[in-house]
């Protein structure tokens, strides 16, 4: 009875052998505040099945070891991208773990804002991304009610590829999650990618989930109950994903590249290590973005007569150099 089914096929096409770990699950509590002066997402359209940005990820980072540049929101969830491509992979975070939409869609004047923003210095910096107030689509298609609301964030760190889920004020109950149930719809809180390689999902008693990784195996009719959470998490709850310093495959292999002249006038020369479709940022030493790119080859140039004198950084992947411009 869904109009979307991305996410729901995203988790019964995961895959049956267990993944090596990429993550590592804490859980803590803390106040949850919305944002002060977000940057607006949804631009006070009432959304339901729209589909927003991409936007910049203003600093380096990885989602299962792979070099994010962009986000947008699509449907229920928050998207990934790793690079400025329409078509390109994308990782999939299920905070709400519950299909939603606008509180007040049917007007088209939003009553539930998408934004984001980004906190911190260079280097330590965090984005922040928000859904607020948002209600539930499976209770609106069930019971033509529209009384359910949750409030949760998405917090991605610089230098560190930690992602955190924090979670504000609702009342979703434990009936309203039976309910869920009983339509296909579990309380699915993961992280995922469509093309099936990783999936990974908190589940059981929210207060003390257990994690668990999937990936690599054969296509499976599975219970979607067994990788879900049994209530919806708590207000101040937050779930925290470190990356796991065990994880060793040549897949994930830094991006290499070289950069000359440095010094340079006015053509900078970049030269890729593997052919691969890779953007690339250009910023200044305070992180503000001034050039970006795609390139498509082996051998690539850059115009940058259009640079005052001084430093730069050249972003490409999950690999940072700098250069200076005469």
Request: net charge negative.
């Amino acid at each position: 009875m869904k109009k979307n089914y991305i996410l729901l096929v995203l988790f019964l096409m995961i895959l049956q052998t267990k993944a090596q770990s990429l993550y590592v699950l804490a859980t803590h509590n803390a106040a949850y505040s919305d944002l002060v002066n977000p940057i607006s997402i949804n631009n006070g359209e009432a959304w339901n099945g729209i589909p927003y940005g991409p936007f910049e990820v203003p600093f380096s980072f990885k989602i299962a070891n792979q070099p994010i540049t962009n986000f947008g929101f699509e449907n229920d969830y928050f998207v990934f991208f790793t690079a400025m491509e329409i078509n390109a992979s994308q990782y999939i975070l299920s905070a709400p773990g519950i299909y939603v939409l606008d509180k007040n869609y049917e007007t088209g004047i939003s009553e539930s804002p998408l934004s984001y923003k980004v906190d911190g210095i260079v280097g330590n910096r965090i984005l922040k991304i928000e859904i607020k107030n948002a209600g539930s689509e499976t209770e609106l298609l069930v019971n033509q009610t529209n009384n359910l609301f949750l409030n949760v964030q998405i917090w991605i760190y610089e230098g560190t590829d930690v992602i955190e889920y924090h979670y504000g004020n609702s009342n979703i109950t434990q009936t309203d999650i039976e309910d869920f149930k009983e339509e296909e719809d579990p309380l699915l809180v993961a992280i995922g990618e469509p093309s099936f390689t990783y999936s990974g999902f908190v589940s059981g008693n929210p207060v003390s989930p257990t994690f668990n990784e999937i990936n690599n195996g054969n296509i499976n009719e599975i219970d979607l109950t067994e990788y879900a959470l049994n209530s919806y998490p708590a207000s101040g709850t937050v779930y925290r994903f470190t990356p796991s310093t065990t994880v060793a495959n040549d897949k994930f292999d830094k991006t290499r590249f070289s950069v000359y002249p440095n010094p340079v006038t006015e053509v900078l020369n970049i030269s890729l290590e593997k052919m691969d479709v890779m953007a690339y940022i250009i910023t200044d030493m305070t992180g503000k973005t001034l050039q970006k790119g795609i390139f498509k080859a082996l051998e690539n140039t850059i115009e940058v007569g259009n640079l005052s004198s001084g430093m730069y950084c050249i972003r490409i992947g999950d690999t940072t150099q700098k250069f200076i411009k005469k």
